[in-house]
């Protein structure tokens, strides 16, 4: 499967900041995704990063508050904007190469806001 | 490591005994699903798969069952082994819903030397 970077792998930011997490794949890959998980909780989808067009957002999330680019097939990246302690969770980037295959995840951002 | 699975419901095993760890999926439309393991400060990792046009799939050392008629996924870990524990997820992915998958509320599987 493909090998998943994410950059960075924490981080603790002051609220009202924004960070940007990127996520690199070692091939080409069909689908790319960007999921939240909160302390003690299970993953949920934030939105599908779409290849040289705006992502797809899941209800509840937002393109002002969760911008995402996807500029080619091997890269994409997500920022938290203006951030409150209510954003603080793992960020994670999966990769899928088609319909019904496995998605393949990274290890995840942890990002804490003070 | 982070709080991953803290609230999480608990199955602990003896070394060497045979896990079941079990998910109730929401939507009958679903024709996909997957189950995943989580190791402390790294990633959801895929363990195995299985389409809606099956009911069992094996792996090393691991079996997926799947039951259309109540809605139940299980996966069946055979000899458990200290490496295994980590929080299982179970995710499904409806028909005609791309890619996107709806991951379970996840267990804790502790397996006890």
């Known amino acids: 499967s493909a090998v998943i970077s994410q950059k960075p792998s924490r981080d603790i930011c002051q609220r009202g900041t924004s960070l940007t997490i990127q996520c690199q794949v070692d091939s080409q890959v069909t689908m790319m995704f960007w999921y939240r998980q909160q302390p003690g909780q299970s993953l949920t989808l934030i939105a599908t990063a779409n290849q040289g067009s705006e992502a797809t957002y899941e209800s509840g999330f937002v393109i002002d508050k969760f911008p995402i680019s996807r500029p080619n097939l091997t890269f994409s990246t997500l920022t938290v904007s203006n951030m409150s302690p209510e954003d603080s969770s793992i960020y994670l980037c999966s990769v899928t190469g088609g319909l019904n295959q496995p998605q393949h995840f990274g290890d995840g951002t942890r990002l804490s806001i003070l | 490591g982070e709080s991953v699975g803290l609230h999480l419901p608990t199955l602990s095993v003896q070394e060497g005994d045979n896990s079941i760890i079990n998910c109730a999926y929401s939507n009958s439309a679903s024709d996909y699903f997957i189950w995943y393991k989580q190791e402390s400060g790294k990633g959801p990792q895929f363990i195995i798969d299985?389409?809606?046009?099956?009911d069992k799939r094996q792996g090393q050392r691991v079996t997926v069952l799947l039951n259309k008629t109540v809605k139940h996924l299980s996966l069946q870990i055979a000899a458990t082994q200290p490496g295994d524990s980590a929080v299982y997820f179970c995710?499904?992915?409806?028909?005609?819903?791309?890619?996107?998958?709806?991951f379970g509320g996840g267990t804790r599987l502790m397996v006890k030397p």
């Open positions: 995710a499904e992915k409806k028909n005609n819903a791309g890619n996107m998958l709806t």
């Open positions: 299985i389409r809606s046009n099956m």
